[in-house]
């Protein structure tokens, strides 16, 4: 039997069979891309709520004993620490060579630390006020005791 006799004579259930077999590996590929990002998304709370730990219970305390407020660059190197230390036992080694596996990292702690950076840098803009007004703030309406006064 040659090729185009068998396509002719299979033709359809061979398409048939090719379609479902890249439909399942599309359908894994979906499921898996959806895990990854939910352990991604995980990841991100995650680290959040260690860099906001290491703040109350080291930076917070450092900060206030320091003559300027400031963190000397070795304090500094030891709250990322603490907070990768943190990340680390609060993940585990079963989920640390999960996502090093899944992902293809070749360092969990650099890869984790570059996280930690972006979340310590997210906390310093939300926690400093803005210097211009927002344009969306709206003006203090008078109160209804001024407005009473002037009436």
């Known amino acids: 039997m040659t090729f185009f006799e068998l396509i002719s004579t299979h033709g359809t259930t061979l398409t048939a069979a ?3 077999l890249i439909g399942a590996a599309l359908g894994a590929l979906h ?3 959806g895990w990854i990002t939910a352990t991604l998304g995980r990841l991100g709370v995650e680290v959040r709520a260690v860099v906001l730990e290491v ?17 000397t ?8 620490a603490m907070a990768l ?9 079963k989920g640390l060579d999960r996502i090093e596996r899944i992902l293809g990292i070749d360092s969990i702690d650099d890869w984790l630390s570059t996280h930690i950076e ?3 840098s997210d906390a310093r803009t939300v ?8 344009i969306l703030a709206l003006p203090e ?10 009436a």
Do not use: F
């Open 18 to 20: 090719a379609a479902t």
């Open 31 to 33: 499921v898996r891309s």
């Open 55 to 71: 703040s109350q219970t080291y930076t917070d305390e450092v900060k206030a004993a320091a003559a300027d407020g400031l963190l």
């Open 73 to 80: 660059p070795e304090e500094r190197a030891r709250a990322k």
């Open 85 to 93: 230390a943190k990340l680390k036992s609060n993940l585990g080694k």
């Open 118 to 120: 972006a979340a310590v």
């Open 127 to 134: 926690a400093k006020p803005a210097d211009k007004p927002s």
């Open 141 to 150: 309406a008078p109160s209804r005791i001024a407005q009473a006064g002037n």
